[in-house]
């Protein structure tokens, strides 16, 4: 059973940071893309950030040069840090992992999210 758990929430001034973790079990955690989506108050959820099982990353424009993910698989462990923070970047965040099944597709699973409020 695939599970998601993420911590590093939290209340932060505007300019401060925080660096929220996921870790991840019950899947071949080395080989499958994950990310970090959050959802604002009455907004869909939106992709913040992405990486594959090699590295490669992408970012919503809206952090680029603020915000980064990486991953240990040896910990089965993403990582999103978060620097500048600002008032807008305030929501749940939740970790993604796709997972790629032949025959199948790809199912999506998620976190139970962490809550992120950036004060003005």
């Known amino acids: 059973q695939v599970q998601l758990v993420e911590s590093g929430g939290g209340l932060v001034q505007a300019g401060g940071s925080l660096r929220l973790s996921c870790a991840a079990s019950?899947?071949?955690?080395?080989?499958?893309?994950m990310g970090w989506y959050r959802q604002a108050p009455g907004k869909q959820r939106e992709l913040v950030a992405a990486?594959?099982?090699?590295?490669?990353?992408n970012y919503a424009d809206s952090v680029k040069g603020r915000f980064t993910i990486s991953r240990d698989n040896a910990k089965n462990t993403v990582w999103l840090q978060m620097n500048s923070l600002k008032p807008e970047d305030t929501g749940v965040y939740y970790c993604?992992?796709?997972?790629?099944?032949?025959?199948?597709?790809?199912?999506?699973?998620w976190g139970q999210g962490t809550q992120v409020t950036v004060s003005s």
């Open positions: 990486i594959t099982s090699g590295g490669t990353t």
């Open positions: 993604n992992e796709r997972i790629f099944r032949i025959g199948l597709g790809s199912t999506d699973y």
């Open positions: 019950g899947s071949i955690f080395s080989i499958n893309p």
